[in-house]
């Protein structure tokens, strides 16, 4: 019969390049902040998964259509996706902020009047951009994956990107030659999703193994392997 619980493979999907939250390290090895934490959680649960590096759009898309039975993806619990899937309980704190290349000119949202700014498809940052192109007259490109639209952003194409803050500094700690300007806005959490009402049982098992590793200091761990503050 079908496998049920513990016996079966949980098929989770994820972005391919989101540092520090996932990304291949200098060794080609599939790593970072969601990985190891998903590692972790189902050691601690005692499930097996198979993981997916679809890109962001891809995964969430993968879960809608019963592709995926999870996403772990620095995937952000936003109103309108809490309508669409159950979130885990938030394991990070984020929000979207506005990056340039290194000593643009570009310093404030007005300065972006009849520029072009890089987006990644079906992000918060995406939705952020789109919120506000009209009023500062942007225009935006949409990339599928970070790195292309980070590098659209390097080589000059775009103005601007909008992107996570803890991706960015990540970024800016990792050497990229780009900047944040401004304030950061209003973000929301990470969670770890699934189908809503379809997968409670994953879902409990996040939720239980995070609480685990949060009590028995793994999480901070973890944490603290890919975030210097
Ligand atoms: N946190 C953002 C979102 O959920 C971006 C996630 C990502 O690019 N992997 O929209």
């Known amino acids: ?3 049920t619980g513990k016996s079966k493979t949980f098929r989770i999907a994820t972005d391919t390049t989101f540092s520090p939250f996932e990304f291949e390290d200098v060794d080609g090895n599939f790593t970072g902040i969601d990985v190891e ?6 050691e601690d649960q005692g ?4 993981l997916q590096s ?3 759009d891809a995964a969430v898309t993968a879960l809608e ?3 995926a039975d999870g996403v772990i993806a620095g995937m952000s619990i936003t109103p309108d996706r809490q309508a669409k899937f159950d979130f885990s309980d938030p394991y990070f704190n984020s929000g979207i902020v506005m990056a340039v290349v290194k000593d643009s000119s570009v310093d404030s949202y007005e300065k972006l009047k009849g520029r072009t700014v890089a987006v990644k498809n079906g992000t918060e940052g995406a939705a ?8 500062y007259g942007f225009t935006i490109t949409v990339f599928d994956d970070s790195s292309s639209m980070y590098q659209d952003v390097l080589s000059g194409s775009s103005a601007a990107c909008f992107e996570d803050y803890p991706v ?6 990792q050497g990229m030659k780009i900047q944040m300007v401004g304030e950061k806005q209003a973000g929301n959490s990470y969670g770890f ?3 809503k009402g379809q997968n409670e049982e994953l879902l409990n098992y996040f939720n239980e193994g995070l609480r685990n590793l949060k009590e028995n200091g793994i999480y901070q761990e973890i944490l603290d392997r890919y975030i210097v503050e």
Do not use: P
């Not at 934490?37 to 189902?42: D, E, F, G, P, R």
């Not at 499930?47 to 198979?50: A, G, I, L, R």
């Open 54 to 56: 679809l890109g962001f």
């Open 193 to 195: 999703a699934v189908k």
């Open 65 to 67: 259509s019963g592709q």
């Open 168 to 173: 960015i500094g990540y970024a800016i700690s």
């Open 1 to 3: 019969g079908r496998q």
């Open 128 to 135: 952020f951009a789109e919120s506000i192109a009209d009023t």
């Open 37 to 42: 934490l998903l590692h972790a959680i189902s």
């Open 47 to 50: 499930f097996t998964f198979e």
